[in-house]
């Protein structure tokens, strides 16, 4: 029988090598070949920069060779051959045993079984560890921004709200400039809650709750429309942001020279004749009564500016635990655990979302082992460390469910979907151009493998590694709404776009904007050394000076917002996709439209931006990383 000797050289760039599996089919003047594996045993094929030789063995004679077909298989009904769905299959069964769920936290969803970074799977490892090493990072910061000067005064209070321009860093028009210029007015205040840091809790009031009893006398000198609170709550003016899920959470005690408080405020906004939001009434704990106040803007000047403040605190604890952590950082690690348990390197899905899971697993390991461990740096700065935030994950579970991750939903639930209405709500606007450029590409791309909705339901890898999701990564609870299973192409497509959205849209709108609103301590404090208020008239400048972090908290949590707003080394971008895992054609013009698509939009963001004194550019597609990589 004939044979031939095959060489193939893999290219030397980044990410160039591949562990899929490669064939090769020899077309000749007489004839053509049956595919080949090209595979030796015990030997890792395809690195980066390796030259490797086949010997190729064909049955008949092939004339003169005039091409030499390189190919990678599809869905696991492509592969008919014996050899080749014991390969599929071996390569999972090895994944499945160094990618192993464990439990680091009872009610969290499951996470990587691994210690330390070092325990990872190669392949998902960092480059370089020094890179994320959030000690050194946070120090580095800290150093970059000239704050360790202060960090010898560990535990002594600022003089004043001017003190904390000691360490804080100008950068000339930038949002973190005009926050600290801005922060004490009601407007500055009430936009947050639309364009800021953590954007996703607001929603419309459609009825007053009984555990905020406040009247229209109270708020009637806030009220533009001459109508009743009632009336504006009809007419969908009123909006509202609970943060029951503080109630009870303890507070930090790792410190037993500091006290830490907590508070659980409910905060009542208005829409304005000029269409902007701005709070009309806090109370800032749950249970009505005497000494929980509710607060007004008509109130002495540092009553209010205080009541602001923990709301503003609250926020805080509620963006970086749950908005952040919880349902960006974990989740994504949950369907990046599930893919490579039961997505093999050939299988298209892999292909589409490998990019997308790219470090995420490292970097939350290595948050488990520096940052949200026991005595981690956490707990340095955070009235929330020292547990509370392991009891605000094991609450917010209750409400983690897979609808409120499917963008256009989310905010409809919240009733913050009209444009007329509400039409300086930049994170819905961009948020929705995005998830529509996402799941337009993942459609095209599950139209190119799936043919009919019955091969969905055939493909078990699929079907396996979306129920690894729901059981594992999700605890297997109903209320969840996770699917077990998904049986149309148009919820396959819509299930990936969660998973992409997710890890790059939703992550970057929560997380790069994080200098910029939080680096100025009175707009965001990580901690309160008083507890609030339950009287007015009281509040003076120096009290609420003596209830903001200290010294050391502040240098903290200042090189903290710094270091996890940086983007990564060499960071890949929303449509970038430089490892070319695709090969056919087709969906390599389906990227080519996604990209152009995400060109439009960035066009569109920043023509809508030009002369803005606070442009929102978090979802502008060049600012979305592809992964939770930091």
């Known amino acids: 029988m004939p044979s031939y000797t095959v060489t193939v050289a893999t290219g030397s760039q980044w990410f160039a090598g591949t562990d899929d599996y490669i064939y090769l089919s020899l077309v000749g003047s007489a004839g053509c070949s049956e595919k080949h594996l090209l595979d030796k045993p015990f030997y890792n094929d395809f690195e980066r920069g390796a030259v490797d030789s086949y010997d190729v063995t064909v049955d008949e004679e092939l004339g003169d060779i005039q091409l030499v077909k390189i190919e990678k298989p599809k869905l696991a009904c492509d592969d008919q051959i014996h050899i080749l769905k014991q390969h599929r299959r071996k ?25 330390c970074h070092k325990d990872l799977p190669r392949d998902i490892q960092f480059d370089s560890e020094k890179g994320v090493d959030f000690v050194l990072n946070y120090s580095k910061a800290m150093e970059n921004l000239f704050i360790n000067r202060f960090m010898h005064m560990f535990q002594s209070s600022w003089s004043d709200f001017a003190d904390f321009e000691k360490i804080f860093v100008k950068i000339s028009n930038t949002i973190s400039e005009r926050v600290m210029n801005h922060w004490q007015e009601d ?15 607001i929603q419309r009031c459609k009825k007053l709750p009984e555990k905020l009893p406040v009247t ?30 503080l109630d009870g959470i303890d507070a930090n ?23 902007k939001i701005v709070p009309i009434a806090i109370q800032l704990n749950q249970v009505p009564g005497d000494e929980n106040p509710i607060f007004l803007p008509s109130d002495a000047k540092y009553d209010w500016l205080l009541a602001k403040i923990w709301v503003r605190s609250s926020d805080f604890h509620i963006h970086q635990t749950i908005t952040h952590l919880l349902r960006t950082h974990l989740v994504s690690e949950v369907f990046g655990i599930a893919m490579y348990r039961h997505l093999p390197a050939v299988h298209p899905i892999f292909k589409l979302l490998v990019a997308h899971v790219r470090f995420t697993i490292a970097i939350n390991t290595k948050a488990r082992e520096q940052l949200i ?76 493998y799936y043919k009919s909705d019955q ?34 192409r148009e919820k396959l497509s819509e299930y990936l776009t969660v998973v ?30 008083a507890p609030p208020p339950t009287a007015k008239g009281v509040v003076t400048i120096e009290q609420i000076v003596d209830t903001l972090p200290d010294r050391g908290r502040s240098c903290w949590h200042l090189g903290a917002v710094w270091a996890l707003s940086q983007f990564q080394e060499n960071e890949l971008f929303l449509g970038m996709y430089p490892e070319e895992h695709f090969i056919e054609k087709p969906v390599k013009e389906a990227i080519a439209r996604f990209r152009k698509n995400l ?19 978090y979802l502008s597609p060049d600012r979305i990383p592809n992964s939770v990589a930091i």
């Open 253 to 275: 005690k790792t410190d037993p020279c500091t006290l830490q408080f907590l508070a659980a405020p409910i905060c009542l906004l208005y829409k304005n004749l000029a269409n």
């Open 599 to 617: 060109d439009t939009i960035v066009s569109m963001i920043a023509e809508r931006n030009k002369n803005k004194k606070l442009p929102y550019y």
């Open 373 to 448: 461990c026991e005595y981690g740096l956490f707990d340095k700065a955070n009235a929330t460390g020292g547990g509370g935030h392991v009891q605000m994950v094991q609450r917010a579970m209750q409400d983690l469910t897979y609808i409120s991750l499917c963008f256009p939903e989310a905010i409809k639930a919240r009733g913050m979907d009209s444009t007329e209405d509400i039409p300086y709500y930049f994170y819905r606007d961009d948020g929705l151009l995005v998830w529509e450029a996402i799941k337009t590409f993942t459609a095209e791309v599950v139209g190119i």
């Open 187 to 201: 407007l500055m205040f009430g936009y947050q809650f639309l364009n800021g840091c953590n954007p996703v809790l």
């Open 455 to 488: 091969m969905v339901v055939e493909d078990q890898e699929l079907q396996d590694f979306v129920k690894d999701v729901y059981v594992y990564g999700m605890r297997g609870k109903k209320t969840s709404g996770f699917p077990k299973s998904i049986k149309t």
């Open 216 to 245: 229209t006398e109270m708020v009637e000198c806030s009220l533009e429309r001459q109508l009743t609170l009632e009336q504006e709550v009809e007419q969908g003016n009123i909006f509202i942001v609970d943060f029951d899920l």
């Open 500 to 529: 992409i959205f997710t890890a790059s849209a939703q992550h970057a709108a929560v997380n790069f904007g994080q200098y910029d609103w939080c680096s100025w301590i009175p707009n965001a404090p990580p901690t309160m050394r």
């Open 91 to 115: 390569e999972l069964e090895t994944r499945q045993k160094q990618y192993r769920w464990m439990e680091w936290n009872p009610g969290f969803p499951l996470s990587i079984d691994a210690k």
